[in-house]
Structures are given as structure tokens and as C-alpha cells.
């Protein structure tokens, strides 16, 4: 059952991830956890040796190694993985058919089906599946994100042509072919014997307002997804995948669906695919629940990971409905933690419970301080170092407020970096920002009342007589250690120059990478098959297009 509401993690906004995507937000998510209880945290590149004795993969750029540590241990992590998987579980889980064994052996229902090498002919292939029978799933043994997935295939033709888009196309030398089971597929977060979260992993799709085109309707999803920390940069392509899946189920991009129809784009139910991450972890059963604990639990070594299930609940017997296709040792978490429908849980939280149970409780947990992340790992990114500790997180009760500043001669830069110089020795945290013919100075720290009495040192430092008046209110935005003076653009200033060209810069950049994606897509588009075949189709509209147009005489009546 899906909820129509969305409920984030109050610790844990968007404002606050801005700097992390993807794997590095699954990252910086369990790290930002520890760092807020007490905890020591340092980030490393995979040059500085802490991380020899742990398998890993794909950790450049940095942002993805870390260590928490308390005076009395040290945890080494891997994005959401901790150093308590063993090596051993993370290759079981890397294998397919490997896990398969092993879940298998402890009774966990899996689909049946066989797994093939390089050597294994097209013809033996279509032999030896016959005693499962179609619809047929193929995929890589050690594929990742989806990747080489092929669902729902029905025939020997459908199969023929999945074998050489996988193992010539995609170059997977080895693969298996396993009975398609209809249903939902779920993500199924596990530490230990406890089910943390569960979300639905729903293929990407558009709703129909019997108004726009399915293209117009992806470009209304994809600015939907761009407000969500986590598919920011997952948006839907309009690829040639998409294109055949559309055409088969016998639509176009110019079709404008009904209101309410739901139309599905692809047959992968992957976040990166464009996939809907829905909250379920209230409503799955806990039939459902109790198979993913008993899958975890099955490996050696997996104290906690992600299961991916096929259930169909709409089956009066669930639980035999029900196959764990896949686990994941180091599972992505983002799509829990910024779901597109129901409640945000708390992965990071139950991790750090796990390697650090005397953390439990501790307040500052849930509290909205953090730190940027990429200002943090900037000497690993620059490679002038290979580890960096970041500053202690403030500890108690967290005060802040926002001084409203109105008056004459405030956008003094000289006066801005006394303010800042001020705040940091009093242990605050902040910004400035410049509004209009008004400042903003926002500060935060543990002590009431150095925030209370830091109005005076706004007036000292600007002097009475220029100021009109000062508004002050509560802050209860997020706050991000350190001072920042967000400078306006100021000709007579080389660095506020600077600055701004930097942004300039930066946004132009920006631009030119969305200009060549579009490019690449209509390429893509143009060479696909979908737009071939389609061709004689648009042909007529024009012709019709064309004819209704010479109706019409200039003045815009009939003739």
C-alpha cells in the first residue's frame, strides 16, 4: 500500500546532502551519523593503505572510505558497509549463482534456473531451460545496478537475442537464466535479525493527466525527481529502450494518456534506471520480513545488507509467492532515505547502532549539523593527501539564530571577515549573506549566550549610527559548521570578483554538460529502431499537418 505523503528524515534534508550523490550520499549519510554522536571521522583515498585487507570497488573519486572511531575502537567502512562483513560474504553476495547456493541450502525460496559460461552454445542454453519453461529472467552472475538484467522473455527468439545483447554486447562471460516470477520487487534493508526499512522498487513510469504527451509527461517526472537528493541524477532517459518498451505496449511519445493511467517506460526497477523508490517497510508482511532476515542470515558473515525480493501480495499465499533474487552487502540507501512516496527510515541510524551501541541515544544524533563534504575531501581529491580527519562535531544542545541587519554602509567586506573572525573565536558557526540593501547573519553554536549577546557585536562592529535595525528570529534550518561570507559581486574586489567568475564558470559548465546529454539522447533516438520504423507514420502527420495548414489564409479564416 503506497502513502501519499512524504516524510523525510528531519536530520537528514536535502539542503544537507547537496554535495553527495549516489553511492557518495550512502556514504556520507552513515558517516554524518557517527561524526554527530562523538565519533572520530576520517575519509581516505584507497592509496592510504587502511583499507588493503577489504574488498572494495569503485572508490574514485574519494568519498566512499571512511573510519569512525571511539576512544576505545575503530570501525572502517566502505560506503554503508562496515568492516564486520567479511570479505567472504561480500563475494558470495557479488556472485549470483554463488548466493543462490547458499540460500538454497537454508531453505530460502529462490527461482529455479541454471547457470552458463562462455563456452556454453546459444542451442545448449535453449535445451537445457526447457524444464523451466517461459517466461524466462537472464542476467550477469557479477552484474551490478541492473546492468545485462533482461526480464519477461517469452520465446526462444526473445532469449536468442537477450544471449548476444549480454554476453557480445555487454561482454559478461558468465550468466543465468532462471524463471521469470511475477510481482513486485522489493529492497529489504537487514541488520542482523531486524528488518530497518523496505521500499518498493517500481520500474520507471508517467501518470497520465489527459492532458500532455508522455515525452512532456517524462519531462514533468524528471523535474519532479530533480527536487529529491537522491534522483537528482537519476532522471528518466528517453533512450531506445524506452522507446521499444512504449512501442510494444502501443504507444508513442506523442500519446496522451487518460487521466490517471499509469504508463511504464522500462522493465527495470533500478533508481538509477529511473526507477520509484515507495516506502513499504509498514505494510510488507511480516511473512516477507522474516524471509529477508532468514536471507541475510544465511550467509556467513552478512551482519547486515540489503535483500531484493519478488513477491506478488496480491497472491493469497504470499509467502510461497516469494523468491530473494539478489543480495547486496553493499547496499545503496538513498532510495530509502529520499523515497518518492511514504516515510524516509533510518539505515544510517541502525548501522551506527550496530557497530557502536554505546552511541545509542545520544542527542545530537538527530540534531541538523553537518559539514561539506566536498570541502572536506578537496586534499584527497587534489591528491595532497591520502587521509583527512574532519573538526569534532559540536557536542549539547545546539542555539541558533538569524540576525536580520538593516541599515546604511553594512557591505563592508573588511567588516564581514571581523564578523566572521568574531563568531569563530566565540566557537559559533554561520554565514553571512548579503540581501538587497540588508545583511543576514545567521549563528549557531552550544552557548545561549553567545548567540544572545552576538546582536552587540553586530553593533560594534558596524557601528549604531549605521544601522536602522536588527530583527532577530530563531534559526531552525539546518546549520553547517564553519563561517561563510557570501559575498556579493563587488567590481572593486578582486576576490569577490573571482568568486563570481568561479560561478559563472561553474554554471556554464553545467549548461554545456546538459546540452551534450540532450544531444547524445536525440542521437540516440534518431539512430534507434523505434524512430525508423516509425518514420512513415510521421510522414503522414505532416502531409495532414500540411493540408490543414493551406486551409487557413493569413488572416486566420477559412478559405
Known amino acids: 500500500m503506497e502513502s501519499n505523503q512524504l516524510i523525510s528524515l528531519p536530520n537528514l534534508t536535502n539542503d544537507i546532502v547537496t554535495g553527495a550523490r549516489k553511492t557518495k550520499l550512502c556514504a556520507y549519510a552513515v558517516a554524518l551519523e557517527g561524526w554527530r554522536r562523538g ?87 535453449l535445451k537445457q531451460v526447457e524444464s523451466i519453461g517461459y517466461p524466462l ?115 508513442n511519445l506523442q500519446t496522451i494518456p487518460e487521466r490517471g493511467k499509469k504508463i511504464f517506460l522500462k522493465e527495470k526497477t533500478n533508481v538509477s534506471a529511473g526507477g520509484d523508490p515507495v516506502d513499504v517497510t509498514d505494510d510488507l508482511p511480516q511473512t516477507i520480513k522474516q524471509i529477508a532476515i532468514d536471507a541475510l542470515n544465511a550467509i556467513p558473515g552478512l551482519y547486515h545488507g540489503g535483500v531484493d525480493i519478488i513477491v506478488d501480495l496480491e497472491n493469497p499465499n504470499i509467502e510461497k509467492s516469494a523468491v530473494v533474487i539478489e543480495l547486496n552487502p553493499t547496499a545503496q540507501i538513498g532510495g530509502i532515505l529520499f523515497p518518492m512516496k511514504g516515510r524516509a527510515r533510518d539505515i544510517p541510524g541502525a548501522i551506527i547502532d550496530y557497530y557502536f551501541p554505546e552511541t545509542k541515544g545520544v542527542k545530537t544524533a538527530k540534531s541538523k549539523v553537518y559539514f561539506d563534504l566536498n570541502t572536506v575531501l578537496e586534499p584527497l581529491q587534489s591528491r595532497s593527501a591520502v587521509e583527512v580527519e574532519v573538526a569534532p562535531a559540536p557536542i549539547g544542545k545546539l542555539h541558533a539564530k538569524l540576525f536580520i541587519v538593516k541599515g546604511s554602509t553594512l557591505h563592508s567586506y573588511s567588516k564581514h571577515r571581523i564578523i566572521k573572525r568574531l563568531a569563530i573565536e566565540k566557537g559559533l558557526h554561520g554565514f553571512i549573506n548579503s540581501v538587497d540593501n540588508n545583511l543576514e547573519i545567521m549563528v549557531a553554536g552550544i552557548g545561549k549566550e553567545a548567540i544572545s549577546t552576538f546582536q552587540q557585536t553586530i553593533y560594534s562592529v558596524f557601528e549604531k549610527k549605521n544601522i536602522k535595525k536588527i530583527v532577530d528570529e530563531v534559526w531552525k534550518h539546518p546549520v553547517k559548521v564553519g563561517f561563510e561570507i557570501h559575498e556579493r559581486y563587488n ?31 536525440n542521437l540516440r533516438i534518431l539512430q534507434s529502431n523505434s524512430w525508423k520504423f516509425t518514420k512513415p507514420l510521421r510522414r503522414v502527420r505532416k502531409s495532414v499537418v500540411d493540408n490543414i495548414t493551406k486551409g487557413v489564409s493569413k488572416s486566420g479564416k477559412w478559405v
Open 39 to 125: 565519533l572520530k571521522l576520517k575519509w581516505y583515498t584507497i592509496d592510504s593503505g587502511k583499507f588493503d585487507e577489504m574488498i572494495t570497488f569503485g572508490v574514485n573519486p574519494p568519498g566512499r572510505l571512511f573510519s569512525l572511531s571511539s576512544e576505545e575502537r575503530t570501525h572502517f567502512f566502505f560506503r554503508t558497509r562496515g568492516d564486520k562483513v567479511t570479505n567472504e560474504a561480500v563475494e558470495i553476495g557479488s556472485d549470483k549463482d554463488e548466493t543462490k547456493v547458499w540460500l538454497a541450502k537454508a531453505g530460502v525460496p529462490v527461482p529455479e534456473g541454471f547457470m552458463f559460461n562462455q563456452d556454453d552454445s546459444d542451442e545448449m542454453i
Open 137 to 251: 529472467v537472464l542476467k550477469p552472475t557479477n552484474g551490478s545496478l541492473g546492468n545485462g538484467v533482461i526480464t519477461n522473455l517469452k520465446n526462444d527468439i526473445e532469449l536468442i537475442k537477450a544471449l548476444s545483447y549480454v554476453r557480445n554486447d555487454l561482454g559478461y562471460e558468465e550468466i543465468i537464466v532462471e524463471r521469470y516470477v511475477p510481482g513486485e520487487e522489493y529492497r529489504v534493508y537487514v541488520v542482523e535479525d531486524k528488518v530497518i526499512a523496505a521500499y518498493n522498487r517500481v520500474p520507471a513510469n508517467i501518470i497520465g493527466d489527459g492532458h500532455h504527451t508522455i515525452e512532456e509527461l517524462i519531462e514533468l517526472k524528471n523535474k519532479q525527481r530533480k527536487k529529491n537528493a537522491r534522483l537528482f541524477s537519476c532522471l528518466i532517459e528517453i533512450d531506445e529502450e524506452t522507446l521499444e518498451f512504449i512501442n510494444k505496449e502501443g504507444y
Open 491 to 521: 567590481m572593486s574586489n578582486i576576490r569577490s570578483v573571482d568568486t563570481s567568475l568561479k560561478k559563472i564558470n561553474k554554471e556554464i559548465s553545467k549548461r554545456e554538460k546538459e546540452k551534450r546529454k540532450l544531444e547524445k539522447r
